[in-house]
């Protein structure tokens, strides 16, 4: 699927236009209510539809040292494939997303995997990073919030930890706390930012997602995931 194939809306091109500026300038971007509310609506609808069967227990680590850990997260998810009306949407915007910043950041993003995840009562995600200096194939982080009438006593808030400080700041590093809201994006650079998930209150909704390098060299295919 190529940008080419679909035209995308004007409003698309100036939200891609914003999360490029946002990310140039600080790192991340926290755009409320953003994505597409037909779009929105599709997710929830899916993501509400899905056989509970279809959602695992997530784990850590990749493929070979994958592991489920109590301690460190609790949530639920189901890895999305290009299989259904909403998840086809969802694909096509990101594959959108993926070509604006190619040619205006030169991220060099190849590819893109994500997956819905579903956090019930008193679940989280300690803090941590999506990928470590080195590795380098997770390069941006996305996540999407479909929770409709999120309040302040719901919990479930994403904590964002701007780049390590220096001494003379005190060494205290400033937090970010981003309510998770029906339709509101957040992006920020795998590697730099550790994050965390609050235990929610109720059931929590959200996708996240990142944009990959092609990390595949000679008979070593990586693929995503
Ligand atoms: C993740 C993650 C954040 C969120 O799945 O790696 O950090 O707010 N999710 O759901
Ligand atoms: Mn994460």
Known sequence: MSLDQTIHSESDQTLFES?????????????PNALPSDLTHLLLQHIIELP????????????????????????????????????????????????????HLYLGLFSFESHFSHYAKDDFYKKH???????????????????????????GELVIYEKESSPSSGGDNSKITVTPSFGTLVFFLSEEFPHEVLPAKRDRYSIAGWFRLNNSIANNIDPPR
Do not use: C, M, P
Request: avoid cysteine; charged fraction near 30%.
């Open 19 to 31: 999360i490029s500026n946002d990310i140039i300038e600080k790192g991340y971007s926290i755009r």
């Open 52 to 103: 509970t069967k279809d959602f695992k227990r997530a784990g850590i680590g990749r493929t070979k040292d994958h592991q489920v850990n109590d301690s460190i997260r609790t949530d639920e998810i189901s890895w999305i494939t290009n299989d259904s009306k909403a998840n086809y949407a969802w694909l096509n915007w990101t594959d959108a997303l993926q070509a604006y910043l190619n040619r």
């Open 129 to 155: 990073k999506d990928a470590f200096k080195g590795e380098g194939n997770r390069v941006l982080s996305v996540v999407v919030y479909l929770n409709e009438h999120w309040s302040a006593t719901d919990g």
